[in-house]
Nanobody, 131 residues
Framework: QVQLVESGGGSVQAGGTLTLSCAAS??????????LGWFRQTPGKEREGVAG???????LYADSVKGRFTVSRDNAKRTLYLQMNSLKPEDTAVYYC???????????????????????RGQGTEVTVSS
């Protein structure tokens, strides 16, 4: 079982920057073996995969955030990050951290939306972007 705790959410004006963090604990396997990612959800909408990163550090982004968001991981700290630049009101959502895999090298799925189906998820952190 992997426990994930997000932090860093808040309110910001359009064009601003926020950095989310996700600390992991309780992993049965080496942390570097896990695929990690972020998805978001707003009331009445489907979950949307935002960004993910595989065991080797290769990122995957949804088209809606490419060029604005950067996902990274620090395996020594067991922490996942999401730097969000040039934020837009449509980025307003609860952001969740997620993890999948554990046994051996993990490759990200082809589509970012599949991040929302990862087995392990945090409780979420709220991001509000005002215009």
């Amino acid at each position: 079982q992997v426990q994930l705790v997000e932090s860093g959410g808040g309110s910001v004006q359009a064009g601003g920057t926020l950095t989310l963090s996700c600390a992991a604990s309780g992993a049965r396997y080496d942390y570097s073996n896990y695929c990690l990612g972020w998805f978001r959800q707003t009331p009445g909408k489907e979950r949307e995969g935002v960004a993910g990163i595989d065991s080797g550090g290769t990122p995957l982004y949804a088209d809606s955030v490419k060029g604005r968001f950067t996902v990274s991981r620090d395996n020594a700290k067991r922490t996942l990050y999401l730097q969000m630049n040039s934020l837009k009101p449509e980025d307003t959502a609860v952001y969740y951290c997620a993890a999948e895999g554990g046994v051996g090298y993990c490759y990200m799925p082809v589509a970012a939306d599949l991040i929302a189906a990862f087995r392990y998820r945090g409780q979420g952190t709220e991001v509000t972007v005002s215009s």
